[in-house]
């Protein structure tokens, strides 16, 4: 199979499988694993694409093993996200943006800023909505609270709430 009919076989169909428990998650989880595997650089074992997941053309998209991608998630090109990442539901993770320096011109004739691409570490997990802006780096073993907006890098076992998110505190604090 080409990576343009696997990117048509998942937009057609493979996305509106169901996601777990509904009757046929099993076969949605296989089918658009095994669809994206043509699609991304990288796709790693035993990962889940959840329904409705969007990534565009996923033009150097990585994701590693026992990852998976959120309901409704949508991923930026040039994404690096590491093994044993967990992501709720409407996660948004950008790596371009519009050009606005210009007040003279309407934004959207200023065209898109260079493409930054986001690296998530390993074993992180994005809470519900999440929004990561574009160049973050959300190191291994970090935490982000649903809702938040990363705007700047996340340090390991770091876990970030809010918005802009702020490190509240680190995994294994006994505090």
């Not at 996601?19 to 595997?37: E, N, S």
């Not at 390991?156 to 802009?164: E, K, Q, R, T």
Request: contains cysteine; charged residues 20%; hydrophobic residues 40%.
């Amino acid at each position: 199979m080409t990576r343009t009919a696997a990117l048509f076989l998942y937009y057609a169909f493979a996305r509106y499988f169901p996601t777990q428990p509904v009757p046929g998650w099993r076969f949605g989880y296989w089918l658009r694993r095994h669809v994206v595997k043509k699609i991304f650089k990288r796709c790693g074992d035993d990962v889940l694409i959840k329904h409705a997941a969007y990534f565009g053309s996923g033009t150097n998209i990585e994701i590693g093993d026992r990852s998976q991608i959120g309901h409704g998630a949508r991923i930026g090109h040039g994404a690096i996200i590491g093994n044993d990442v967990i992501m709720g539901p409407y996660i948004e993770i950008m790596t371009n943006a519009h050009a606005y320096d210009d007040p003279t011109r309407p934004i959207n004739q200023q065209g898109k800023l260079p493409l930054k691409p986001v690296t998530i570490g390993n074993d992180v997990w994005l809470g519900t909505r999440v929004i990561v802006m574009p160049g973050v780096h959300i190191h291994d073993g970090a935490v982000i609270g649903a809702c938040a907006v990363v705007t700047h890098d996340i340090p390991a076992y770091a876990i970030a709430v809010g918005i802009p998110a702020k490190v509240i505190r680190y995994r294994g604090d006994k505090s």
